[in-house]
Structures are given as structure tokens and as C-alpha cells.
């Protein structure tokens, strides 16, 4: 996680080269968030700039989401245009922890959409790879009977693959 929309506004944009070991985090990025002021009327003219710095380090392809912050400080017919000119970005308040939990489910959607959910039973004698799940992979429930753990999980097929394996042997 990188913030470097603060600098990038203040900074003449000759200076810009001085940051770009910075800036070059966001072209290795998985998402990169662009939050913004939407009660700020020089926002796009301030996301443009970002957007073309980024650019410059080779992120265009780094894919992205527009989060309009401060959505409490505009009218609903401001809010209606940014829905309209905007239709894929999230509108929030950081006062609301309901928008704040949308936002984290929008980006844990982001990161989970090539995930699949399974269950497994992990008996008591494999312990260790309870470990392994929990570092890896996301719990969606748990349950212990008399033979073990019998988890539900939402993971890459990949890592999942490796955690049968380990059940198998």
C-alpha cells in the first residue's frame, strides 16, 4: 500500500522523476485504489494527473478502482451525477462504517473472484496444515467433532490442491 496522491498534488510534475521509485510500486500492484475528495471541484483535474503519472511508471494495466470519498458533504443531485459519470466507482463516507465495510467487501470481492469454496476435513493428527489454511486461505466456518476439523474455506484452486495433497498423504 502506497499513498501518493497527497505529494503528487502539491508537487510540480518536473519533480514527479524524483518519486518514481515511489510511484513504481503501483505498476507491480494486484489493485490500485484511487480515493479521492468528491466535494473537491478540482478532483478530476487532480485524478487526471495521478492517472498520467502512473502511466509514465508503466501502470496503465494495473487494474483500479475510484472511491469517491465524502459523499456527506454533496447534495443528492451531485450525488446522482457522480453515480452516472462514475458507474463502477464506490461512493462513501469514511464517517460511515457501513460504506467503509462495502469498500472492504467491493475489494475483498476484487481479490476473491477467481477463488472457489470448499469444504474439508482435516483430522486431529494433521494439525499442522490447519496452520497452512489459516495463513493461506480465508474461513468461512469451522466445526469439531470427535475425528477433526471439518472447515469451509474460500481459496485459489491452486493452494487448494496443495493443502489435498498434504490430507492425502
Known sequence: MSDTVGFIKKLPHDLVASF???LDEAASASLV??????????FRSQLDVTRKVLAEVGATDVPSLLVLNKRDRLGPDELAALKAEYPDAVLLS?????????????IMGYFESDMIDEELHIPFTAQGVVAEIRAKMRILSEEY????LTIRV???PENLTSIKKKLAR
Request: charged share 40%.
Open 20 to 22: 518514481k521509485s515511489t
Open 33 to 42: 485504489l484511487f480515493v479521492v475528495d468528491a466535494s473537491d471541484p478540482s
Open 94 to 106: 469514511t464517517r460511515s462504517k457501513e460504506d467503509l465495510q462495502a469498500l472492504r467487501e467491493r
Open 145 to 148: 467433532d470427535a475425528e477433526g
Open 154 to 156: 474460500r481459496s485459489t
